[in-house]
């Protein structure tokens, strides 16, 4: 059993960043890959970035490809999302996930484990 827990979110300027962390409870979160997702007012989930179990591949959005960054640190059993150059419609609760088998995905049914999420608000 895993455990997700993000933090990091807030309000900023647009052309601001921020930094959201999710920290994963559990021995086997290195062997997940791991990814964010984000739900903005009237939205459905969607796909923001993922990262293998190893760190060796990433995916990204077409939305947020060249602004944001997804890494982890196994030894801490966080994973990070680097979101700069943020705009307006970045607005959403943000989500980290956890995938036990496999590689990425872009597919939210095919994660395990859900955090809480973390508001994340742009303002123009």
């Known amino acids: 059993q895993v455990q997700l827990v993000e933090s990091g979110g807030g309000l900023v300027q647009a052309g601001g960043s921020l930094r959201l962390s999710c920290a994963a409870s559990g021995r086997t979160f290195s062997s997940y890959a791991m990814g964010w997702f984000r739900q903005g007012p009237g939205k459905e989930r969607e796909f923001v970035a993922a990262i293998s179990w190893l760190g060796g591949n990433t995916d990204y959005a077409d939305s947020v490809k060249g602004r944001f960054t997804i890494s982890r640190d196994s030894a801490k059993n966080t994973v990070y999302l680097q979101m700069n150059s943020l705009k307006p419609e970045d607005t959403a609760v943000y989500y980290c996930?956890?995938?036990?088998?496999?590689?990425?995905?872009?597919?939210?049914?095919?994660?395990?484990?859900w955090g809480q999420g973390t508001q994340v608000t742009v303002s123009s």
């Open positions: 996930a956890g995938k036990r088998f496999g590689g990425t995905s872009r597919v939210r049914e095919r994660f395990d484990y």
